[in-house]
């Protein structure tokens, strides 16, 4: 597990310090960036996840075909992905108007909402970087080459950083292009990732072991398979982040102090919950690849050996929210006259990093779950649990705190922690019902039969 899961949370971690130092750059800025950067970025995330999930839900296919010996199916699904990756492109951006309007309603003050423009505008020109980088390291991680997905994701964010610092502040001969600078610098980086995947999928070794370049066409049986087994992980993702975007955006109507301190909150959140997210795809990767082989019982032992690592990572990084708040908002304390007061935050702030530090073990367990049973296909019931928990009780609940009765961040944080809890709990409980364990998800062709050839290659049998 470590073997697979490591580069993943280095890889994970790496994005989240890029995220977290662009978010850092925008509020040294001004105080208006970096209340716009997270509603708009958000937002654009939401309209692109998708068909980032659909497209990477190849990652799951690799994994199996991997585990059942099949290196050409692994190339074919990995093509399928790209195909959907590419006609996403002009669907995502026929979706601009929604997110305008979503802007618009959203309530937040003029200065604010001109910058979310300014930054949402730009992440959706570029997003097919997105989908076609999910796509793509699908190849590496689902046979369980983490490594490269490592290498790619780490490149590209620090080709970010650096052209966040240049272009956000006017550095090195580039012109000061402020909260539109870190939009262009994250769209810039985000194809060298992709590209350096293009380039090792098509190396003669690739070519001549997996026939890379032997299976670019649309297969159609395969397809329908892919989008049958990825639309509803898919829908998931789009509507669980569809209901953090707009938690994020009700959040503004909170007034400003409100919105930055969550906002910074949130940004720091980010240090814990990407690597934990490469705990979780480390449970997808190595269920799809123990369920191609027909070993249930190691998939299981796999989710549970995430599950405790995930945890002990999360129980330290949340003893820092909980001892050195103020530590975590000087980060963000601006240069300028509309410079951010730290002193004025930190009063909301604390609690907001104390309840992160509670609901963190849980999300872990929660993301964990979800992982192995998406691994294994049962991506139905993630969906629809997740949408009865996220729409139905936790949007529902937060529209009632922050519109209706106005109870205020603290209180619309609370509910967040109950949100986080209940959605851990059905997942657990899904997974040790073992419904999962009977999915098949390849096509009945594909042997099921324990001592298939390249499981020695893999590392998973002696």
Known sequence: MLRVAYPLIISMGSFTVMQFVDRMFLSWYSATAIQAALPAGILSFTLICLFMALAGYANTFVAQYHGAGDRAGCSRATVQGVILAVLSWPVMLALMPAGWWLL?????????????????????????????????????????????????????????????????FGRWGFPEMGIRGAAVATVIAGFIAPAIFITIFFRPRMRAEYGTAEHLGLDLPLMRRLIRFGLPSAVHLLLDVGSFSLFVLLIGRLGEVALAASNIALAVNGLAFMPLLGFAMAATILVGQYQGKGESATAERATWTCMKLGWLYMLLIGATFVFFPRGYFMLFSGRGTDALDVNELLPVGRYLLLMMAIWGMVDGASLVFSGALKGAGDTRFVMVYS??????????????????????????????????????????????????????????????????????ALGLVE
Request: proline share 4%; aromatic share 14%; glycine share 8%.
């Open 387 to 456: 949408v009865i928990i996220a729409w139905g009780v936790w949007i529902t609940g937060e529209y009632l705190i922050i519109a209706v009765f106005k109870l205020g961040v603290v209180a619309a944080w609370i509910w967040l922690t109950i949100y986080v809890f209940l959605l851990a709990a059905g997942f657990f409980l899904r997974f040790i019902a073992g419904r999962w364990k009977s999915i098949q998800l390849l096509e009945p062709s594909v042997p099921l039969t324990p001592d298939r050839p390249g499981a020695e």
């Open 104 to 168: 618009r309603v959203s309530g937040h003050a003029p200065a604010v909402y001109e910058a979310e423009l300014q930054y949402f505008n730009v992440l959706m020109l570029g997003s097919v970087t997105t989908p076609l980088g999910a796509a793509l390291s699908s190849f590496f991680t689902g046979r369980g080459d983490t490594l490269t997905n490592m290498y790619a994701h780490v490149a590209g964010n620090l080709v970010n950083v650096v052209l966040d610092y240049a272009l956000i």
